[in-house]
Structures are given as C-alpha cells and as structure tokens.
C-alpha cells in the first residue's frame, strides 16, 4: 500500500507504565525522526535519531536505530495521560519525509 | 519562532465545489507541503515545493492543484470537491536539516 493509507496500530496502557513503538522504513536514511501528533493539532518533532547514534534520550524518551534492519525504536517510560497522541516515525529522503503509519497511544490516568 | 497558519481551520463545500485552502510560514523556509491525513490513518503527501513558483506532485496529487506565488505561502486548490474528501489537510514547512514544522490543519467536509 501507499504510504499513510494503513490504519493507525492502537496501543491502550496505563499512566506509569513503560511503552515501545516500532518502526520499519522503507528507503535508506542517515536520520530517523519521530513526531507526536495530538487530537487537533499538527504532528511535531519530539527526538531524532542520526545513523551515527544508536540510542538517543530525551527526558522520558529513548530512540534506537538499527540501520541494518531499517528499523527504529521510541520508548516513553513513565508515561502520562497526556502522553495520550500518535506517533510517526518519519525519514527524510531528498526533499520529502516518508512517514511511517503511526501509533495511537491511550494512556488511561 | 515561527509558525504556521492555515486558513480556514473548517471548510464546507459542496460536492463538485471547487475549494481552496491556505497555507502562510514566517520561518522563511525554503520548502512547504500539503499532506491529507484520513481519520484513524497516517499523512498523505499530495504536493510539496522546493521554492517560490515551484510544485512537485506527491503520492496524491490527483484532484488538487496548487500554488506557490510567494516563499512564505502555498495553496492547495481541490478541483472538485468529492463526498469521500472529509479529511484534514496539513501543511507544514521544512528547516535545512530536515525537520518539519506542521500548522494545526484544515477540517474538509464536503455536503
């Protein structure tokens, strides 16, 4: 399928827990981003990850890249409800980003 | 900083309507983008421009136009609106290293 068109993966956990969200990319990329997207809003950088870096922290977020599976990692430990969004992974390439097909996160207070 | 505004934030129109969104950045970004997100799924890229008076066709372009008449704005034409088109349209402007800066969308419903 085209990119975006798959339905969002749904992951529903409790405030406190730890929580990983996967991502598979399809074309050759130096830098994986993630970005969370809130109900109303438009999606945002919240950490990147160079293929010069295999874990990247940031607060409670911690990015893996694995380039010789093209695959990357987000774990949010600690969650809280308003951690409640989705989550893409996305990869620059020339001068498009391809997005993965995102994780919705419920994080139940 | 910066930011993004597309207008209108709800648009209506009527099938076979042909409907304009828009799009401004003051980041002075040299690229921008329209993407249409479906609900409970990912973006869609529909076209995007590496600088003023350029378009590039996404994976969606079929149905829209769109224009690009000064660095810090893009338009997204639908041609003709359809009922299937209930959708939110995100623009987003991109920095040199690769990150993009999204606005908070257009809502689509088409009667």
């Known amino acids: 399928s085209q990119w975006g068109e798959e339905n969002l993966q749904a992951l529903s956990i409790q405030e406190g827990e730890d929580v990983t969200m996967n991502c598979s990319y399809k074309t050759y990329t130096t830098v994986v981003q993630w970005y969370r997207q809130k109900s109303g809003k438009g999606p945002a950088l919240i950490i990147l990850?160079?293929?010069?870096?295999r874990e990247k922290r940031s607060g409670r977020l911690r990015a893996t890249l694995d380039t010789s599976s093209q695959s990357s990692s987000l774990s949010i430990t600690g969650t809280l409800a308003t951690d409640t969004a989705v989550y893409f992974c996305a990869t620059p390439n020339n001068n498009r980003i391809f997005f993965g097909d995102g994780t919705q996160l419920v994080v139940k207070p | 900083g910066g930011i993004i505004t597309q207008t209108p934030k709800f648009l209506i129109g009527q099938e076979g309507q042909k409907l304009t969104l828009k799009c401004q950045q003051n980041?002075?970004?040299?690229?921008m983008y329209w993407y249409r997100q479906d609900s409970g799924k990912g973006l869609r890229l529909i076209y995007y421009s590496i600088t003023e008076n350029d378009l590039q066709k996404g994976d969606l372009s079929e149905g829209y136009d769109a224009s690009r008449e000064k660095k810090s704005s893009f338009s997204l034409t639908v041609t003709s609106a359809q009922k299937n088109e209930m959708a939110v349209f995100l623009c987003?402007?991109?920095?040199?290293?690769?990150?993009?800066?999204f606005g908070p969308g257009t809502r689509l419903t088409v009667l």
């Open positions: 980041f002075n970004h040299d690229t």
């Open positions: 987003a402007s991109r920095t040199g290293v690769g990150e993009q800066y």
């Open positions: 990850i160079r293929s010069n870096e």
